[in-house]
């Protein structure tokens, strides 16, 4: 009976061990501007392109160098705040209590990181079509500014 119950003891012990780590956070606090997006798939913008069907994309920025707060500025220029936060697992970049609020939302966006995130290099689709680039759902390389 002493054997089992030490063979129990040493089982529960071993599988506490192997709870799953939670994942690191993305190394994305840093300002970043785009070098290509993508439109419902079709590319209409690359810096420095000559023959951009969106050239306003130069004047991307989402900046999340404050622990929560962001500034976002899209396509169309306008400077936006709120609060920004990762889903625990990382896969989702979310800003929150945006003022002014984006046309047609609750004042949140959330984006998809498409590929794990890098000090150099930020990919985000967007989870929802975005209605100022006319209902489509936006895909962004980004890089440090």
Aim: aromatic fraction near 6%.
């Amino acid at each position: 009976m002493k054997n089992i119950i030490l063979i129990l003891l040493v089982l529960t012990y071993a599988l506490s061990g192997c709870q799953p780590k939670a994942p690191e956070p993305a190394p994305i606090g840093r300002i970043w501007k785009a070098i290509s997006v993508k439109q419902n798939g079709g590319l209409v913008y690359t810096e420095g392109g000559t023959s951009n069907v969106k050239p306003s994309y130069a004047q991307f920025r989402l900046d999340l160098t404050s622990k929560d707060q962001v500034t976002f500025v899209d396509i169309d220029g306008r400077k936006i705040v709120g609060t920004w936060s990762l889903s625990p697992d990382n896969n989702r970049l979310i800003l929150e209590n945006l003022t002014p609020p984006p046309s047609e939302s609750t004042g949140n966006i959330e984006f998809y990181i498409t590929t794990p995130a890098t000090e150099s290099r930020l990919e985000l689709k967007r989870t929802t079509e975005s209605r100022k680039t006319g209902n489509s759902v936006n895909e962004y390389v980004l890089v440090p500014e």
